[in-house]
């Protein structure tokens, strides 16, 4: 039997799973192997994650199963964690597969590749901080966000059992955010819209204003992605909620109770999240010689294929691609991955046939970030709009709900994905507000 030309993608992210329906409906099983491999077993587009770790959205719903999605576009899934690249024998390393009792399911073991596609994402950077790794939650996976929804459901729960016990206690729930980006600005917001939404399920002694939220961010501002003037109509949201925006204060230390600033302010915090930088995810077992900046993002050409290697590429967060006239990289988005998994897709194929590859051109279609129920701002860009156009509101609420639907439709194509949206909008009215397990 003649070798089948094996593609192999790592990571069913936000790029990777795209890639892979792509790859697999296109070719599928006869003449090319198609793999996807992912140390998770299902798939949860990232920028839910804080809606997730709030409540607001019940992950089991909008979650894809690898296996079930294989199956019906033509690839194959291999459940493990990439360990390293041995570019010269073209082969991925995976660690071993350990179950809940430490003993060994599947033995470490190599899968062979023609080409290789690097879509493993980013991890949170915390920059070294002292104590941040021990007492913060990063929001990377979904077993972060259930970590931190079950604390934040326990601290609620305490505080109301107190309150019941002596309505004179003054008692809190306090979380500290790391990061006023656009990841701790959403989970700041959307903390308050679970809170509010608690008091219907049971916690009556329990609202809004049982919650203090410290929004900590270094730069001057918070969103430095948008202009100044929505950063602005944020902070002022925020602040309306309830939200403490605490700008100018670089973190310097995080104790099991409070986040300590370079200043010497204490802020006390039930719990603590770290929201405030990426970087490229660690391979313990990596000795390849494929090229790395100093945030441990492979550096790629403007064809995403790796400096090293016309057969290995790497897209999304987890590659560093700085474009021919710019000075900064592709920032780690989304809508980039969405971007650089078409062009990787169009690049295969023209390496396959021996024709020349397309340079990946970036198109920053703007962005948005939504404040719960309360609001959503952001900034469009585009021909259609003339350059940049700030949006708030309903528009911006719309704009942003429809980056999550062309996700749902390029990952299950047009009539799944359809039907999907479908589906989510009769969950909203029957399903509970709250993810209270
Ligand atoms: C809370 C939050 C909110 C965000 N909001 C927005 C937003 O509003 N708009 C926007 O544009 N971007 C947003 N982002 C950023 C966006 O989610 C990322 O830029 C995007 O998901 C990157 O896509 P990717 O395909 O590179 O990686 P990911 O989508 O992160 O996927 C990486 C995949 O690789 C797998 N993986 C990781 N390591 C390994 C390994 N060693 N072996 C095997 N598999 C591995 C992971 O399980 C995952 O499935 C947000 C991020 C967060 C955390």
Same mark, same amino acid.
């Given at each position: 039997m003649p070798k089948k030309t094996q593609i192999v993608i790592v990571g069913g992210g936000a790029g990777g799973l795209e890639l &892979?329906?792509?790859?697999? !409906?296109?070719? *599928?099983? $006869? +003449?090319?192997?198609?793999?996807? #491999? @992912?140390? +998770?077993?299902? =798939?949860?587009?990232?920028?839910?994650? =804080?809606? #997730? &770790? &709030?409540?607001?959205?019940? !992950?089991n719903l909008d979650e894809v199963g690898y296996r079930s999605h294989c199956h019906r576009w033509g690839y194959r899934y291999f459940y493990g964690r990439l360990e390293g690249v041995n570019v010269e024998q073209r082969r991925v390393v995976i660690a071993p597969l350990l179950d809940e009792d430490g003993s060994e399911l599947v033995a470490r073991h190599e899968i062979r590749f023609d080409y290789l596609v690097l879509a493993m994402g980013s991890v949170t950077n915390d920059f070294g901080t002292l104590g941040a790794r021990e007492n913060c939650i990063y929001l990377d996976d979904r077993d972060q966000a259930d970590r931190f929804r079950n604390k934040l459901l326990n601290h609620c729960l305490r505080v109301s059992r107190t309150m019941a016990q002596d309505p004179t206690q003054d008692a809190r729930v306090r979380v500290a955010i790391v990061g006023g980006g656009a990841t701790g600005v959403e989970l700041a917001a959307e903390l308050y819209n679970a809170a509010a939404g608690l008091r219907y399920y049971g916690l009556e002694v329990f609202d809004e204003k049982r919650l203090d939220v410290t929004l900590v961010e270094a730069g001057p501002r918070i969103l430095p992605a948008l202009p100044e003037k929505l950063a602005a109509a944020a902070t002022h949201e925020l602040?309306?909620? *309830? /939200?403490? #925006?605490? /700008?100018?204060?670089? #973190?310097?230390?995080?104790?099991?109770? &409070?986040? /300590?600033? $370079?200043?010497? @302010? =204490?802020?006390?915090?039930?719990?603590?999240?770290?929201a405030a930088g990426v970087r490229g995810v660690p391979l313990p077992r990596d000795e390849s010689p494929l090229e790395r900046n100093r945030l441990g993002q492979f550096v790629v050409r403007p064809t995403l294929q790796t400096t090293l290697d016309d057969r290995i590429f790497a897209l999304g967060d987890c590659c560093s691609c700085v474009l021919p006239g710019h000075d900064r990289p592709i920032p780690p988005r989304a809508q980039a991955a969405h971007q650089m998994a078409e062009t990787v897709y169009a690049n295969l194929l023209h390496l396959m046939k021996g024709e020349p590859l397309q340079d990946f051109h970036y198109h920053d279609h703007g962005s948005l970030v939504s404040l719960s129920r309360y609001s959503t701002v952001g900034s469009l860009m585009g021909n259609l709009v003339g350059g940049r156009m700030a949006i708030e509101g309903r528009l911006a609420r719309f704009v942003y709900m429809s980056l999550y639907r062309m996700h749902l439709i390029a990952v299950h194509g047009w009539l799944r994905g359809a039907t999907l949206i479908a589906i989510g909008h009769v969950n909203a009215i029957v399903r509970p507000r709250l993810k209270l397990h």
């Open positions: &892979a329906r792509r790859l697999g !409906a296109r070719f *599928g099983r $006869k +003449n090319h192997d198609i793999i996807l #491999v @992912d140390k +998770n077993r299902t =798939h949860i587009w990232k920028p839910l994650l =804080h809606e #997730v &770790a &709030a409540g607001s959205l019940d !992950a602040e309306a909620l *309830g /939200v403490r #925006v605490a /700008v100018g204060q670089q #973190v310097c230390e995080v104790t099991p109770e &409070a986040i /300590v600033t $370079k200043a010497g @302010d =204490h802020i006390p915090a039930d719990i603590k999240v770290w």
